[in-house]
């Protein structure tokens, strides 16, 4: 088992190197370009992810095929990772990690208009699409679709289910002395009762959920940087200076170098806001929507929302406490769920109340979306039939998950998100002529008040 255990790690030391930093920050950054920086529509998306489009083709709102994303994407690696990417790579990793949001937003612009643009609608009326129907019918790759869909089913029994239901445990027996045997159960019980409901019972359920836990943990970001108001303009300025260059600052805080800020920084953020694995677009491909460009700038906020607003607070919050507070040994510290904590102490009584709150909403809106993402991959290269199998296993998962060591689990779904991003990078560059036209298209449309024009195109 040891053997068996460090050969995966070498893999996954393998697959996350600097080869697939490189290849998504550079598609990132490619199709920023592409698209004529599309991030300066993200105000228009904002717009467009609160109006109602009744009468398009779709299972669901945008609104609820946002905030299904949204609640994959927003998990404990915007509360446990970010503090992780500053107590390794130094407090420059929140910046590397902010403009990894930013340019973001491009790719995941990019990837759901063509996971809509290729959806299909099923016999009985449902709307699936996503990267594997994107490389089966606008590039005849479909043995790629089918891998793609592989990875990405087996991927959310542990990114998506496993890892989160232990983190849940862990923080309901350290907090409030629950076994972790019955957690496991509840929230088995509880995903249950949702991802039975299919895609319209998960996105009522994220709807209400997703914008609660946001807000909620945005709020205790801002109680703390209201107690630390004196070290924001400080700590930005320490933020800039030492994601280029090492050094120290108040409150311990060491510049651990340009090449060390840069790596945990962009490989936490990629992690966080999941632009370019291709997740996000399988509920981007349900939603109600006139044509692709509409959804992808109501998808493209997802990552607006992930991490250029709440990796940044967290990241904020992080840096003025530790400046604030010299007793914070940053020396010792390398678990970003510590450092994280020691943050939040700060309000009394409700700091460690809302950590752990977060935490929790957090990671359970990340099993119901994975859920669904697992469910369209398994359907997509196994049929209908596959569905209730899947399901039962993937509650089995809920259940077991906080009883059984998770090393090997997280290891491996790092493999299987990798492997799931590459087939859909293809896509999204071998597509990225489609994208342009696409764009080009609506967008001046949709820069008026109203979308009326964009219909007189649709019909």
């Known amino acids: 088992m040891e053997a068996i255990t460090n050969v995966i790690t070498q893999i996954d030391t393998l697959v996350w190197g600097w080869w697939m930093i490189l290849l998504l920050l550079g598609t ?53 990772g970010v503090g992780t990417a500053v107590a390794l790579g130094g407090p420059g990793a929140v910046l590397w990690c902010w403009l990894t949001g930013v340019f973001g937003i491009a790719t995941k612009y990019s990837e759901s208009l063509i996971a809509v643009k290729y ?17 089966e019918r606008g590039l005849n790759m479909k043995w790629l679709g089918m891998i793609f869909a592989f990875f990405g089913g087996f991927a959310s029994f542990g990114i998506g289910c496993a890892t989160q239901v232990n983190a849940i445990a862990a923080v309901c027996e350290e907090n409030m002395g629950i076994s972790p045997a019955i957690v496991g159960v509840v929230v088995a019980a509880l995903t249950a009762l949702v991802i039975f409901g299919g895609i319209k019972s998960i996105a009522n359920v994220c709807e209400k959920l997703v914008p609660f836990m946001a807000i909620f943990y945005v709020l205790g970001c801002l109680i703390i940087l209201g107690i630390n108001y004196d070290f924001i303009i400080p700590a930005i300025k320490t933020i800039c200076r030492l994601a280029f260059t090492p050094g120290a600052a108040a409150g311990g805080l060491v510049g651990r170098g340009i090449m060390l800020a840069m790596q945990y920084g962009i490989a936490r953020g990629l992690f966080s ?12 491909a349900a939603a109600q929507t ?10 493209s906020t997802g990552t607006f929302w992930d991490t250029v607003v709440v990796c940044l607070m967290t990241g904020l919050v992080l840096v003025t406490s530790i400046m604030k507070n010299p007793s914070i040994d940053m020396g010792n510290i390398t678990d970003g769920g510590i450092l994280t904590t020691l943050a939040f102490q700060q309000i009394p009584v409700l700091g460690p109340v809302i950590l752990v709150v977060g935490i929790i909403s957090f990671a359970y809106s990340t099993v119901l979306g994975w859920a669904y993402y697992g469910e369209r991959c398994v359907e997509y290269f196994s049929g209908k039939v596959g569905l209730i199998p899947y399901r039962v296993l993937y509650i089995v998962v809920a259940a077991i998950a906080p009883v059984v060591s998770l090393n090997l689990v997280w290891t491996i779904a790092d493999i299987l998100n990798a492997l799931m991003a590459i087939p859909n990078l293809v896509a999204v560059l071998l597509l990225s002529n489609v994208i342009v036209r696409e764009t080009k298209k609506y967008i001046n449309n949709l820069d008026a008040k109203d979308d009326t024009k964009v219909d007189v195109l649709d019909r």
Do not use: W
């Open 273 to 284: 806001n999941e632009s370019g694995m291709g997740s996000a677009p399988i509920a981007a």
């Open 290 to 299: 006139r044509n692709p460009v509409r959804q992808a700038l109501v998808s």
């Open 119 to 135: 959806r299909v609608k099923t016999k009985d009326g449902r709307m699936q699409g996503g990267a594997m129907y994107a490389l």
């Open 28 to 80: 990132h950054i490619f199709m920023t370009i592409r698209t004529g920086f599309i991030q300066r529509k993200i105000f228009t998306g904002i717009r467009l992810s609160v109006a109602k489009d009744p009468d398009a083709e779709g299972e669901v709102s945008q609104f609820g095929a946002l905030t299904t994303a949204l609640a994959s994407t927003i998990g404990t690696g915007n509360i446990i």
